[in-house]
């Protein structure tokens, strides 16, 4: 599906640096969310949004924010990237109720070395 | 918040047999509960789901089962197929005032020919 596209696909980044991961959607949907899948973990919820003045943590945001700057449009940025954030990163995107699930995107591998 | 617990990790299995992956949850006002499939490589994908008002939901050769009194809900696949071979991950949450899924940590299937 390229109705919810992310880039990049892939980052290498050095430890300290900023960067930013971004989500863009066609669905037409308000709710957004960025998720972080690790091996074992599964997938745990950073931040999410339901329209563009609505920001809300989620349960591991410590180092990361986010900018909701259209409705299509929801970015991750990594303040100052350290190695434990090493993972794969998932935008998503639901309607008004959830009631169809999320639509995830096609993920950014991110690599801070 | 909710917490989901799913079993087992890692599942291997012959090609045709069967394959039951099973999730707990914690919070009895969930009530959707969807499950998405995540071939290596690629983003989750919805598969199937089903709601609290029903016990069962079928499609094709996959099923999934819900018992609300002991708050657990299972993914059935049948006549399994190599290309069955993905994780699979569990969530609940719920519609439609809820903020987000809460997902299990996966299940890697794989289907031996």
């Known amino acids: 599906d390229a109705d919810v596209t992310q880039t990049p696909r892939n980052r290498i980044t050095k430890t300290g640096k900023r960067i930013m991961l971004e989500c863009s959607q066609t669905?037409?949907?308000?709710?957004m969310y960025w998720y972080r899948q690790d091996p074992g973990l599964g997938l745990r919820l950073i931040y999410y949004s339901f329209d563009v003045k609505d920001i809300n943590k989620g349960e591991i945001s410590d180092g990361y924010s986010v900018s909701r700057q259209a409705q299509a449009k929801f970015s991750l940025s990594l303040e100052s990237a350290i190695p434990n954030q090493t993972a794969l990163y998932f935008c998503?995107?639901?309607?008004?109720?959830?009631?169809?699930?999320?639509?995830f995107g096609s993920g950014t591998r991110l690599t801070v070395v | 918040g909710e917490n989901v617990e799913q079993h087992p990790s890692t599942l291997s299995v012959q090609e045709g047999d069967s394959a039951v992956i099973k999730c707990t949850y914690s919070?009895?006002?969930?009530?959707?509960f969807p499950w998405y499939k995540q071939e290596l490589g690629k983003r989750p994908q919805l598969i199937i789901d089903i709601r609290s008002n029903v016990g069962e939901k079928k499609d094709q050769r996959i099923a999934v089962t819900l018992n609300k009194t002991a708050k657990h809900f299972s993914l059935h696949i049948t006549e399994t197929q190599p290309e069955d071979s993905a994780v699979y991950f569990c969530a609940a949450g719920k519609l439609p005032t809820g903020n987000q899924f809460y997902f299990g940590t996966g299940t890697s299937l794989t289907v031996i020919p």
């Open positions: 919070d009895s006002a969930s009530n959707y």
């Open positions: 998503a995107t639901s309607d008004m109720a959830g009631v169809q699930g999320y639509t």
């Open positions: 669905k037409g949907h308000d709710r």
